[in-house]
């Protein structure tokens, strides 16, 4: 009788570790999955916090232009310091002009000295030159 029952308890064994085994593969690839998940949306959370940290120093870069554009300091004009601020920025007139809220027409007359910027246009010039490179682009291409 001992023959059958070791025969019969070492069965039994078997079949629970093949049952525990089966468990703990599923377990195991559950697991893979979980944490890749997790590892994604930590790369999402941490983009998430760059673009918030952009945000928040393109709002406060134009909150300083506001405040210095809003102050009554008298702003002079030059066509060429324009042209070469466009140029380093590698922008188009219409682009740059889309940024101080003007056509790149009248950007462009601005820049050969046919016409000068009124008070109100050389307050948002100097705004657009308060700005970061970052910032600048990013508002040029929305």
């Known amino acids: 009788m001992t023959n059958i029952a070791s025969v019969l308890k070492s069965e039994i064994s078997r ?6 085994r089966a468990e703990i593969d599923s377990l195991k690839k559950a697991s893979v999955q979980y944490r890749g998940a997790i590892a994604q949306l930590r790369r999402e959370v941490a983009d998430l916090q760059k673009q918030l940290k952009r945000a928040s120093n ?5 909150a300083r232009a506001t405040e ?10 030059s066509a060429t310091r324009l042209a070469a601020h466009r140029a380093k920025l590698g922008l188009s007139a219409a682009a740059y002009g889309k940024l101080v809220g003007m056509s790149g027409a009248t950007v462009y007359l601005w820049e050969q000295g046919k016409s000068r910027p009124n008070e109100e246009q050389l307050q948002r010039l100097a705004a657009v030159r308060t700005l970061g490179r970052r910032a600048v682009l990013e508002k040029a291409n929305s």
């Open 15 to 20: 079949i629970a570790r093949k049952e525990v």
């Open 68 to 77: 210095s554009a809003a102050a009554d300091t008298p702003r002079r004009f």
């Open 58 to 62: 393109a709002r406060a870069s134009e």
